[in-house]
């Protein structure tokens, strides 16, 4: 079985959890990457349904590793709370968990930082989770931060602490004219977070090398989408990461060798939760009909996502920055009642037609979609467990998004469930 990175292709929560929770069953290891509690992951497995937004997704299959990596930006009160809530439910953690000693945590001036300087930009603002993500990764890269390692050692989290305090409290005091945070009470409570984290914490990358030589299955699963990537994406409206898949790299510590496929999970339509361009959004019935069947709600924010037709552009864009070898087409039961269904195409620009997202927002708002009306199923195709199966419609529907994708399916999903799944070609 090959090494696989799975990414989302769109503006993220294309169901990359629902994906990466089935391919869980091929593999022994599974390590985030990049992001943080940004994320939220839902996996439904039987009755119970569980949002993850630092733990991997494959914790829910007994004997797999599951390893938060260091490219990941670590907040240990929200890792602890998902530990705490997996043993309540009676999953067992115990030597399955794996936090990189060098990814970096989140810190409370983060948390405060992203949330002032959203509140400050007003109309401008990203619209971010304020879990604290753009601050921390902008810390590593000023090499203020602080680190999952530095939490067992009080010689090591006392002075990196203090130093990142004084830059953030002097930012909050100036900037924002809010109150700083003392640093005493803080130190203290991350050593108790050290403390009870320790078991879990180690060298991710030795662990990873190891098991490559000894020919483990490696998921590497990627947070947010393409879209939202820092340098692919629709910057500034954008995560503090590098989300597609050479991020996977590096975030791990693998070289990229290690990697054998990678899979572009795709909604059947278009997503997207906070600020910034969306050509294909539909501001209308249509689109409160997508949010209301599709349960379009933000995992970690609860805001209403926004929702338009697929959007082609999009996934090539993906396609060619993260080399996809195959797409996962995902909520595809979501369309059942659709009496027409419409794919953007391509886009018009100043009378010329463009094939690929554009880099520039001024750009990406000269775009027009084309759109391109198909003739929806009208059908449940939540029993289908085959290609075969599926609706005429529904067939032609998924076989044009992989014609102007340019790259094949190699799973569609029908349900939540792990069984409401039909794969077709994943080799
Ligand atoms: P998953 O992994 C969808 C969006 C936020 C905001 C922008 C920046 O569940 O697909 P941030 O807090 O990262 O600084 O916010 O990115 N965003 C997501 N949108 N799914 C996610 O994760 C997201 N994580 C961040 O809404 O627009
Ligand atoms: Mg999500």
Not at 141 to 150: A, I, P, S
Not at 171 to 177: N, S
Not at 222 to 249: C, E, K, M, R
Request: glycine share 10%.
């Amino acid at each position: 079985m090959p090494n696989r990175v799975i990414v989302g292709s769109q503006w993220g929560d294309e169901g990359k959890a629902k994906i990466v929770d089935f391919l869980t069953l091929y593999a022994d290891i599974i390590v985030r990457f990049q992001g943080g509690a940004n994320a939220g992951h839902t996996v439904k497995a039987g009755d119970q349904e569980f949002i993850f937004h630092l733990i991997p997704s494959g914790i829910m299959h007994e004997n797999k590793v599951c390893i938060i990596g260091n490219g990941v930006v670590f907040d240990p009160k929200q890792a602890i709370l998902e530990i705490k809530d997996l043993e309540k439910k009676n999953i067992s953690v115990e030597n399955r968990i794996l936090i990189a000693e060098n990814a970096h945590i989140v810190l409370p001036w983060h948390i405060a930082s992203d949330k002032l300087k959203e509140a400050k930009a007003g109309k401008s603002a990203i619209g971010t989770t304020g879990r604290g993500i753009g601050p921390c990764y902008s810390d590593k890269v000023n090499r203020l931060g602080v680190r999952v390692g530095d939490l067992l050692d009080i010689k090591e989290l006392k002075p990196r602490v203090e130093a990142l305090s004084q830059f953030r409290n002097e930012e909050f005091e100036k900037m924002f004219g809010a109150e700083p945070i003392d640093p005493g009470p803080i130190i203290e409570e991350y050593l108790e977070f050290g403390k009870q984290l320790k078991p879990y914490i180690c060298d991710t990358v030795s662990y990873l090398y190891d098991a490559l030589k000894a020919k483990k299955q490696i998921i590497f699963e990627g947070a947010q989408g393409t879209i939202l990537d820092v340098d692919h994406g629709t910057y500034p409206f954008v995560t503090s990461s590098n989300t597609v898949a050479g991020s996977a790299s590096c975030g791990s510590g693998v070289g990229p060798t290690a990697i054998d496929q990678v899979i572009g999970v795709v909604k059947a339509y278009t997503t997207r939760v906070g600020n910034g361009p969306f050509p294909t959004e539909l501001s209308n019935e249509i689109g409160e009909e997508l949010r209301k069947i599709g349960g379009e709600f933000g995992a970690t924010t609860g805001r209403p996502r926004r929702c338009g037709w697929f959007d082609a552009p999009v996934v090539r864009k993906a396609a060619a920055v993260n080399g996809l070898t195959h797409l996962a087409i995902t909520k595809l039961d979501v369309l059942d009642t659709f009496k027409e269904i419409k794919i953007c195409t391509n886009y018009k620009m100043e009378g010329k037609e463009l094939q690929t997202f554009p880099n520039g927002l001024t750009q990406v708002d000269l775009c027009e979609p084309v759109y391109e009306t198909l003739p929806g199923w009208e059908c449940s195709t939540a029993k289908c467990r085959s290609w075969s199966e599926l609706p005429p419609n529904a067939q032609k529907y998924l076989t044009r998004i992989s014609e102007l994708a340019g790259v094949k399916i190699g799973m569609i999903s029908i349900g939540a469930k792990r069984d409401e799944s039909i794969v077709l070609d994943i080799n």
